[in-house]
């Protein structure tokens, strides 16, 4: 149990364009859901919490209105980068959290912005 | 504001060796502690946990980490290790207080190399 499915694996597009991220819990109800992002050979970075149902919290340097995200279910939160730079290339992580405490993390979106 | 210090960026050990890599935070109240395995353009992985009670705890792949609440460290150790467990590796603390709501801060990783 406790699976979490990120789509696409890897996505590559061109600069100017927008991408969308999916995060889905496979076996749960995710009561809240959480992004991050990853550059070569760096740590983790938490970029924002999402509730279902309300406006995403970003962390103090995200800008919200280039991360989108949606958190429309209990089981599916949305990132959509808009309008991605090379700079934006990065790998993208979500985790999701039952009421439990432990958050289970997807598998991870590379992405690469031409 | 939680912090996570991972003091070594790289640790090279002998196959069969033994390992510990080390891990101290900062949090102001009660922590949720994680250490992850990540390989290569891979994700995590979790390879242990804690939240309360035996400061000791087992996680998979044979290792243990030590929660010690008066250097504020959990250190994860191996006792022998195995070319397979050359990888990168994190420490991370959550939101014990705020029951698990926050995110989870990281810290800068290990770089673990094992030499034949």
Known sequence: GAVVSQHPSRVICKSGTSVKIECRSLDFQATTMFWYRQFPKQSLMLMA???????????????????????ASLTLSTLTVTSAHPEDSSFYICSARAPAPEPFFGPGTRLTVL | AQSVTQPDIHITVSEGASLELRCNYSYGATPYLFWYVQSPGQGLQLLLKYFSGDTLVQGIKGFEAEFKRSQSSFNLRKPSVHWSDAAEYFCAVGGGSGGGADGLTFGKGTHLIIQP
Do not use: M, P, R
């Open chain 1, 49 to 71: 919490t999402s509730n279902e149902g309300s406006k995403a919290t970003y962390e103090q340097g995200v800008e919200k209105d280039k991360f989108l995200i949606n958190h």
